[in-house]
């Protein structure tokens, strides 16, 4: 069956890059890729380069923006926080949410998960949500498990067309940063069981929903990953660091879609 979801690719810099890199990193980049916009491509700063880059990119419609991080209220005493309705005006369009690190290092669960969701489509920001197993988890059989309690709990109470609206990210804790991909068959058993779980909290547009693949994705080892059936894209840290890198990811997936056509 030919996917008809388009392809989204985005570069997570996590705590990377100055506001200059990131201008610099978005010029060498654009010289690369003249867009085409078969795959939508979001470039995901730090919050400090945001500005700029927005800027950098200027008035093109092929590369959006995303944040790493949002808080779930409008405004108010919450110092270090930002809102959705900052990034909305900035303009920003994604924000990635639930990340394995934000759950890892800065306490986030199902619930924060949940409402950072709710807020952002409430902004009419599209949110990245991050899903994925620690190790043990996958040595304890329990990834099924893990999955959808992540997905249940993190996209409750959304509308159906909200949910249609939502990036899954699949990041199996194990590969992030490590070297080590899910193989393909690895990747494609999740991301069905993900769609899977999500055709059950919203059987209309479940198939619609992009489920990108994050976890040591490379310009070498996309291909593979974006020709299984339900994987639509990549989260892309390390290698998103350098624009060819970046790009080469991206030009895999452009590939994947013409042999589409
Ligand atoms: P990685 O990170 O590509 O460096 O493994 C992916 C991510 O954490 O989004």
């Not at 489509?121 to 620690?134: F, M």
């Not at 996209?155 to 804790?173: C, H, S």
Request: glycine residues 8%; charged residues 25%; negative net charge.
């Amino acid at each position: 069956m030919i996917n008809q979801r388009k392809p989204i690719v985005a570069a997570n810099w996590k705590m990377n890059k100055t506001q200059s890199e990131a201008s610099e990193f978005v010029s060498a980049y654009r010289k690369l890729a003249a867009g085409k916009g078969t795959v939508d491509v979001v470039i995901v700063p730090p919050f400090t380069a945001l500005p700029q880059t927005v800027t950098a990119l200027g008035s093109q419609d092929v590369i959006k923006v995303g944040a790493q991080n949002m808080h779930w209220k409008d405004s108010g005493a919450y110092t270090g926080e930002i809102s959705a309705m900052m990034l909305r005006a900035l303009p920003v369009d994604y924000v990635v949410i639930g990340h394995s690190e934000r759950r890892q290092y800065f306490g986030e669960t199902d619930e924060t998960v949940n409402k950072k969701v709710k807020a952002a489509h409430k902004a009419r920001l599209k949110p990245i949500v991050c899903v994925g197993e620690s190790l043990e988890q996958r040595d304890a059989d329990q990834v099924g498990e893990v999955l959808k309690r992540q997905i249940e709990g993190g996209l409750k109470d959304l509308t159906d067309r909200q949910i249609g609206e939502t990036v899954v990210a699949y990041e199996p804790i194990w590969a992030i940063g490590t070297g080590r991909t899910a193989s393909p068959e690895q990747a494609q058993e999740a991301h069905a069981f993900i769609r899977k779980t999500l055709s059950e909290i919203a059987a209309e547009t479940a198939n619609r929903i992009r489920i990108q693949y994050g976890g040591s994705v490379k310009p070498d080892n996309m291909a593979e990953l974006i020709s299984q059936e339900d994987v639509d894209g990549a989260l892309v840290g390390g290698a998103a660091l350098e624009a060819e890198s970046f790009y080469g990811i991206v030009k895999a997936a452009a590939e994947y879609v013409e042999t589409q056509k």
